[in-house]
């Protein structure tokens, strides 16, 4: 069958059995080419909601005198017959139409399906947003009228041509393994794939651009590199070459606007890393940072022949510098850049695991077959290997996560041809260049074995991260899932090297491994659950909930001297006495080895670091140099416990381990300090002074003309006052600045469960659906898919917090309001704060003021800086919290952000005033 009909409907509303088709859409295709289309509006029995007429521009005069869906059903059905129904998202569509149909006392359509959204996603895994408009933009398909029926259908019928050619690229290895996978995807796609498998039979010319390996089609990667000499000048004419007028940034950027602040920070940090000093510098939003620190960074590896390190603490950073910064560095400077960027090990996928993963006949259920199928063809396409690259559907995650590079205990990689981690740290050996994140640098930084080149000089970007990381890093993580996953793969390891290789057939051995094993994973979830119970007893007087809604408990002397707490030492101890059985086993095992086995080696390299930890986390008092805590799922699963463990002050460490040893360390932000010291930056961190430099670069943007920051004085008070009162008139403010600015919002809470209360409200609230409502947790999607959807509606209204106050630009007329519902106070019970508190108390410091104010101020100054990312925009800062100018630290806050028009007025003068400003 070679014959495709596209079909797009617009409708009333989401639900089938409610709402009716408004437009019908259709396109036809025979072979490759369009031959047809259809196209009608359809008057429903019904109005057409504002936000759909908004939406798609059809109103209920434009369907008044249209034919009712029954008088043209038949010429509907005829266009599908002997053909494959084609749409994206199909359940939509297909679901739609059968509905109407069905109403209408006619026969369901059962034809063969082909959803686009599905086919794109397998088919090209990278694509950035399977929405139809991204994808039209990013296959640079004509959309002439977004949200009409005919319009879609064209854009999704010249998407379909596209993943028709796609397919023809593929090699035989891959669409055997996807012709394997077909019976679990949606889309009846059997017959695509087993064409191109007959013509590929009979194909005798090879591809060189797939390599063959287990089974796999894989892309040809070749990572050597010839090393080049900059031309070496005085670093002063290089930047002249670049920055004066006629120089290279005119030449390469349109509308070029020259930033003073940016030169200055280049000239500054080559300064530091010639006096060999430390520098901690600020940069404000429209510097252009990465660009400042990568001209000096780049300048000195090629003059010194010298590795330079840039860490990151966002992989979207990581991404904008790789795909944007340095292309743009080699136009400025005429020169290629050897750049490489490293992460963690679980970030590579390993093909072997792949591999017997395809080879394995397990059912799996449809995410996990939608990324093996995704992962296949991203095989053909990556160099990297580095899954970031892939938008995984939710459970694909897990089943990657079984599938990730392994690396040895040593430190060591494996080095086959196909590792990919192996690739990268080879290609991060030879890098002018080399870019990480902060916890891969944590972790090389406190690990015994060297995981990443050795360097002297690094730049490390987002650095207000910095002391996070490093805590988490140096401290640990113990929960039950994980636990038990890695005594599980222990034992299926080591059973299977008795019987396969090592030959022992006393069964009596085998049968007291598996028992032991059994005895280990009994008493680890008998542990578990106790303390499930444990925390639950004592939450009444001492807990906290973390930002996802666990309940948390830190754990003191006062719970080591207890009798309960006893119990878990007990239970504990069983667990150690196990696990130090296993290594016995394990140890004689090895004996009786021909060679040394690294899994062998593995395995009991992970029970000896499972005793440290228990013994650390519930044996030895370790609370006084570390904070302990647990969190548990109230509603999960009675052993859903995670227990955690991080030094109070990682600042000595820091010093003695990274600053001391480094011969020059940048360390650069736009939130680094507080009312312009940064202080709290050099003692968190433990900056040795006498090798250190300061600077703070002033942003180029008119805050005076671009910005107002409101904030009304007739809010419920937020302490005193009853929190449903604060949160309504937080809404009721809402939706007046949304009339004023059309949507376009930004709302920051500084809870889950104030966010969840407000997006309720301002549903109940909406006289029609004017605005779309997109917040985080409710909405599905990433971070970065939430965004995307903000800014492809007209009219909608964004609910974030906790990693939306930073690293979300939208900029120019997508975002006008940004509204701060609450200063963002970390929990005084949160158990690192409370713990940080405690100590800061006992050595007479104000635990407020050298604590919980920085981090606070500097949360809010990155919250704030969401707003302005370009000289042409222009907006508004709402705060709620009245305390920002009422409190006596209320200074603190607005010294710390840059100079704006501050109104502290009543709401309804504040909305006056915003009419006005816009």
């Known amino acids: 069958m070679d014959r495709y009909v596209v079909i797009d409907l617009e409708t009333t509303g989401n639900i089938t059995n409610n709402d009716q088709i408004i437009e019908v859409g259709i396109v036809v295709i025979e072979g490759n080419n369009i031959i047809d289309e259809y196209s009608t509006l359809l008057r429903p029995n019904k109005p057409i909601p504002p936000f759909i007429s908004k939406l798609t521009g059809i109103s209920d005069s434009d369907v008044e005198f249209a034919p009712v869906f029954e008088e043209v059903a038949g010429d509907i059905v005829e266009l599908f017959r002997d053909s494959y129904l084609i749409a994206h998202n199909v359940p939509f569509d297909l679901g739609f139409l059968n509905s109407e149909l069905e109403l209408f006392g006619m026969n369901r359509l059962k034809n063969p399906v082909l959803d686009t959204v599905e086919l794109t996603r397998i088919l090209f895994p990278q694509a950035p947003s399977y929405k139809l408009n991204q994808l039209a933009e990013y296959f640079k398909i004509t959309h002439e009228d977004p949200h009409r029926a005919l319009s879609d259908a064209y854009v999704t019928a010249n998407l379909f041509l596209k993943l028709k050619q796609k397919v023809q690229s593929l090699p035989l290895e891959t669409i055997k393994h996807l012709i394997k996978l077909e019976k679990t995807l949606k889309s009846d796609v059997f017959e695509l794939f087993q064409k191109q498998q007959d013509h590929l039979m009979f194909t005798t010319t090879g591809n060189s651009f797939f390599e ?21 000048e005085p670093f002063g004419e290089y930047l002249d070459q670049i920055y004066e007028p006629n120089g290279t940034m005119e030449k390469v ?34 510097t252009g940072k990465s660009v400042a620190y990568l001209l000096p960074a780049v300048y000195e590896a090629k003059k010194k022949n010298q590795r330079i390190m840039i860490s990151t603490y966002t992989t979207q950073l990581q991404a904008q510098l790789l795909e944007e910064e340095i292309p743009m560095i080699e136009k400025l400077i005429s020169f290629p850049i050897n750049v490489a960027l490293l992460k963690g090990r679980q970030h590579y996928i390993d093909v072997d695991k792949f591999a017997k993963t395809l080879r394995d006949n397990q059912q799996d259920n449809y995410d996990v077959t939608l990324t093996k199928a995704m992962i296949l063809v991203w095989l053909t396409e990556t160099i990297t290997g580095d899954i970031d690259e892939l938008h995984l559907p939710s459970s694909g995650y897990l089943f990657y996560e079984k599938i990730s590079s392994d690396i040895k205990e040593n430190g060591s990689v494996p080095t086959t041809k196909y590792s990919f981690y192996h690739l990268a740290r080879k290609k991060a050996q030879v890098a002018d260049i080399l870019i990480t994140n902060h916890a891969l640098l944590c972790s090389d930084i406190f690990n015994e074995y060297q995981l990443l080149p050795t360097y002297e000089k690094i730049i490390i970007d987002e650095a207000h991260h910095l002391e996070e990381t490093a805590s988490r890093h140096y401290g640990l993580k113990l929960d039950y899932v994980n636990v038990q996953h890695t005594l599980n793969r222990i034992g299926a390891i080591n059973a299977d090297k008795w019987i396969d290789e090592i030959s022992i057939t006393d069964k009596l051995s085998l049968e007291s491994w598996n028992d032991l094993l059994s005895k280990t994973k009994y008493e680890v979830d008998d542990l578990f659950r106790t303390l499930f119970k444990y925390v639950l007893v004592n939450q009444a007087n001492k807990h906290a909930h973390s930002d996802i809604g666990r309940i948390q408990y830190r754990f003191t002397e006062e719970d080591f001297g207890n009798k309960k707490w006893n119990v878990i030492k007990e239970m504990t101890n069983r667990i150690i006495f196990y696990c130090k059985e296993q290594i016995r086993f394990l140890t004689q095992i090895g004996e009786k080895a021909q060679e040394d086995d690294t899994d062998l080696i593995s395995s009991i390299k992970k029970l000896q670091t499972l005793v440290e930890q228990l013994q650390h986390l519930f044996i030895y008092n370790s609370t006084e140099d570390f904070v302990n805590w647990i969190e548990i799922e109230a509603n999960g699963a009675k052993n859903a416990v995670y227990v955690y463990s991080e030094p109070r002050d990682i600042s000595k460490t820091m010093e003695k381990l990274f600053f001391r040893e480094k011969e020059s360390i940048i360390l650069t932000s736009a939130t680094l300090t507080m009312k312009n010291s940064f202080s709290f930056i050099k003692q968190r961190l433990g900056v040795p002074l006498d090798r250190l430099v300061t600077k703070k670069i002033q942003s180029p943007f008119s805050y005076q003309d671009q910005v107002r920051l409101m904030v009304p004085n007739d809010f419920p008070d937020i302490k005193t006052s009853n929190i449903d009162d604060f949160v309504f008139a937080t809404c009721e403010a809402i939706l007046s600045l949304a009339e004023i600015t059309n949507g376009r919002m930004m709302i920051l809470f500084t809870s889950y469960d104030m966010l969840k209360r407000a997006y309720e409200l301002i549903r109940e609230m909406m006289v029609v659906d004017e605005y779309v409502l997109i917040a985080q947790g409710i909405t599905s999607g990433s971070r970065s898919r939430l965004k995307k959807n903000f800014q492809t509606f007209d009219q909608a209204i964004l609910f974030g917090t906790s990693s939306f106050w930073e690293g979300v630009d939208i900029p120019g007329d997508d975002l006008s309001c940004l509204m701060i519902v609450r200063l963002p106070f970390q929990p005084p019970h949160h158990p690192v704060y409370e713990a940080k508190a405690n100590y800061l108390q006992a050595h007479k410091k104000n635990p407020f003021y050298e604590l919980a104010l920085p981090n606070a101020v500097i949360r809010f100054k990155q919250g704030f800086g969401r707003l302005i990312r370009s000289a042409t925009d222009r907006g508004i800062v709402f705060v709620c919290d009245a305390r920002i100018v009422k409190a006596s630290y209320g200074k603190y806050f607005t010294d710390s952000i840059p100079d704006v028009p501050i109104a502290h007025k009543s709401t309804a003068k504040l909305m006056e005033q915003a009419k006005k400003w816009f």
């Open 253 to 286: 950027l349109h509308h070029y606007e020259k930033r003073v602040g940016q030169r200055e920070m280049s000239e500054y940090i080559y300064d530091a890393f010639q006096m060999r000093k430390h520098a901690i510098i600020e940069a404000e939003t429209g």
């Open 212 to 232: 063959s390996y287990k089974g796999l089609a894989i892309r040809s990667i070749d990572y050597d590199v010839d090393p080049e000499e900059l031309p070496v």
